[in-house]
Nanobody, 118 residues
């Protein structure tokens, strides 16, 4: 199992980025998936989740209305569209395979860095 994030970078406040997470070694459509971020000096923060098939999506209050999670099952890829970025969105963003509340996140990528700066 491998997860590889990409799409991070530096952006001004109010800007947008789209993160991608390429999955291999398993079939994306068969699993819930999540995005988690970790800001400098802080603990991990769950950001968003997409259930099996992508029919339901969930967001942390801090990103609701600004971020959108989606998946392309044919490409085995998960996405996170981030709009109206704020300074406090600066973090290392990880995608992870989500086994639910009991079993948690079992595989993580290495992350992609998002820096919001003027």
């Amino acid at each position: 199992v491998q997860l590889v994030e990409s799409g991070g970078g530096m952006v001004q406040p109010g800007g947008s980025l789209r993160l991608s997470c390429a999955a291999s070694g398993f079939t994306l459509r068969s699993y819930d998936m999540s995005w988690v971020r970790q800001a400098p000096g802080k603990g991990p923060e769950w950001v968003s989740a997409s259930n099996i098939g992508g029919g339901s999506t969930y967001y942390a209050d801090s990103v609701k209305g600004r971020f959108s999670i989606s998946r392309d099952n044919a490409k085995n890829t998960l996405y996170l569209q981030m709009n109206r970025l704020k300074f406090e969105d600066t973090a290392l963003y990880y995608c992870a395979r989500d086994l639910g509340d009991y079993d948690g996140l079992d595989y993580w990528g290495k992350g992609t860095l998002v820096t919001v700066s003027s």
